[in-house]
């Protein structure tokens, strides 16, 4: 038997054999990739509730402060409310993002309505709470920069070749940006 017939034979599977296990390490690897993106994104996310939460923690205390100076404000407070009720009731980023903007422009009205009304300055209750609300709402910024980074990073691996096609195959879907609500490049008004 010639030996270079059996080495000619046998080399062809040992290559195709090599090329199919670096694909599956390639793919592998891509995974692994696009799981820690994953996972960083709901972590990121997480991030950001943390700070919604704090931001919600805080706005009871400054209603209360600023209800017992202004009484005939009612309809800011009760907006307020509502805004926070439906955060509570949302499951998903998108719907807790949404309801995060009513927060925001109710709070906005309210900033609004403490601005009409000098004697809510002269309080130092008013005004500590409106420095620990004026941090969080940077620190909310913040990790919402940090959300859509961590996002942009995780939809480049699932978009992009090569790494759509493991996406694809492992069911790994592109994740949404926070965007602000439309309603938000418009300053609130506040009627009296």
């Not at 046998?10 to 599956?24: A, D």
């Not at 205390?61 to 509570?88: C, D, H, P, W």
Request: net charge positive; proline share 4%; hydrophobic share 45%.
């Amino acid at each position: 038997m010639d030996t270079t017939k059996v080495r000619g034979w046998f080399t062809w599977p040992v290559i195709v054999g090599i090329i199919i296990v670096l694909v599956v390490l390639f793919g592998l690897s891509k995974y692994n990739t696009l799981i820690k993106g994953n996972v960083a994104v709901d972590t990121q996310w997480a991030q950001v509730e943390s700070q919604y939460q704090r931001r919600f923690d805080l706005i009871p205390n400054l209603v209360n402060s600023v209800k017992g100076a202004m009484k005939q404000e009612t309809a800011v407070f009760g907006a307020i409310a509502e805004a926070r009720t439906q955060y509570a009731g949302a499951q998903t980023p998108e719907t807790r993002a949404a309801a995060a903007n009513q927060v925001e422009g109710s709070l906005a009205r309210l900033l609004v309505v403490m601005e009409n009304y000098p004697q809510l300055k002269s309080i130092d209750t008013v005004q500590s709470l409106i420095a620990e609300l004026s941090g969080t709402e940077n620190r909310v910024a913040v990790e919402r920069m940090r959300y859509n980074d961590t996002v942009a990073a995780y939809n480049i691996n699932v978009q992009t070749f090569p790494g759509s096609m493991v996406a694809k195959l492992f069911g790994f879907a592109p994740r949404t940006l926070f965007k602000a609500d439309a309603a938000a490049a418009t300053p609130p008004t506040v009627n009296f």
